[in-house]
């Protein structure tokens, strides 16, 4: 089979490579390990090409035209007769309208309708064409659970029987012991995470992700005996409307427990969920949780809101939340601070990691396209 990959929406490093930009590409990295096939990539006209790729004798890197508007309303239609492609796959984005292509995208969210007060009216915009034009033209889509499934299809009228949902994965596989690198003082020291106990919090900062709520409710029982001394961290990018955050945590008095690292390298964030007490997701609202997932794997007890895939990923292991009520999330993290069962949870995480994966994300991805 020889199969169109558009990758336009990956950013292969800083605080953009985050979020849809880092699991498309981790997607798409295995994708490309399945050597008995042919791939197109299509790549950002300024993307920075990994040299890994170039050594693929199956694979071909095509970068789009600099001229992004035109070739967004015709050039992606031209380029399956360019290169050959009955098959083509955007990891996100618009398909092509070729006739006699089989195509197909993966829907990572529709937060732009869902939480439309989060977004500009622009961006608003810019995703429900994107979107209509995949509900439209797409012969099948692919969704990261089954909650976004339900959403996309609700929404756009797209049947629900022609959506399959894939098991995301972490870049790293699962696994316990010293194959996984632990955190040093150096490490602390180099992202500014003090000594000591601390929880962790990982995620773009932006409204969705519920980070208000979440410190009024950590401040509330920052002095409980299970929690004394413990560090609120937060490893991830700035997004978009942060005042408030910083807002709170002034009012809060705890800006010596509360800390921002900012974006974090893979290896250095393995670390950190390995240090944890434990992993605290707040969000409203998640098209997957990745969040959940690596805590899963890395080794790390979850306490978690109870909303959208968030339920799906974590099963019965996290202590639940609902996001919108402070008093609840409090004491949920007392609750998190009081387990006693912790390696038993971080073995049961482990095993419940197995059921997800990008090999088997990619599996499922070529086998559709391979189906009648």
Not at 56 to 85: A, C, F, Q, Y
Not at 239 to 268: C, M, N
Not at 273 to 284: G, I, K, M, P, Q
Request: glycine share 8%.
């Amino acid at each position: 089979m020889r199969l169109g990959l558009q990758a336009t929406n990956i950013f292969f490093e800083g605080s953009k490579h985050a979020g849809v930009s880092r699991s498309s590409l981790q997607l798409l990295e295995a994708i490309l390990k399945r050597n008995e096939h042919e791939y197109v990539v299509f790549v950002r006209p300024d993307s920075p090409i990994p040299e890994h790729w170039l050594k693929m004798p199956h694979v071909e890197v095509v970068r789009v035209s600099k001229r992004t508007r035109t070739w967004h309303l015709i050039g992606r239609d031209l380029e399956p007769l360019r290169h050959n492609l009955k098959n083509w796959f955007s990891v996100s984005g618009y398909v092509p309208r070729t006739p006699g292509v089989k195509t197909a995208t993966l829907i990572h969210d529709i937060f732009f309708h869902t939480f439309a007060d989060t977004y500009t009216e622009e961006d608003r915009i810019i995703h429900e064409r994107m979107y209509a034009n995949s509900a439209k033209h797409a012969s099948f889509v692919f969704s990261n659970s089954q909650s976004t499934a339900k959403q996309f299809s609700n929404h756009f009228g797209y049947p629900l029987e022609r959506i399959t949902p894939l098991p995301f994965g972490v870049g790293q596989p699962p696994g316990l012991g010293d194959d996984l690198p632990h955190l040093t003082q150096d490490d602390r020291q180099a992202i500014g995470l003090p000594d000591g106990k601390f929880i962790l919090s990982v995620s773009t900062l932006e409204p969705r992700k519920n980070f208000p709520r979440l410190l009024r409710a950590f401040s509330q029982v920052a002095d409980h005996p299970a929690l004394a001394g413990h560090t609120l961290a937060v490893a991830g990018g700035k997004g978009w409307k942060t005042s408030e955050i910083f807002d709170e945590i002034a009012a809060s008095g705890l800006t010596d427990r509360i800390v921002f690292l900012g974006y974090i390298q893979d290896e250095t964030l393995i670390k950190l969920y390995r240090a944890a007490e434990f992993a605290v997701t707040a969000s409203l609202e998640e098209g997957f949780g990745i969040p959940i997932l690596e805590a899963l794997t890395y080794g790390c007890p979850i306490c978690s809101s109870n909303t959208g895939a968030l339920k799906e990923v974590g099963g019965d292991l996290p202590i639940y939340f609902d996001p919108t009520d402070e008093s609840q999330i409090s004491q949920a993290l007392i609750q998190s601070a009081q387990r006693k069962n912790r390696e038993e949870l971080i073995t049961l995480g482990v095993e419940r990691s197995r059921q997800f994966g990008w090999d088997k994300s990619a599996e499922a991805v070529l086998v559709a396209f391979q189906s009648p």
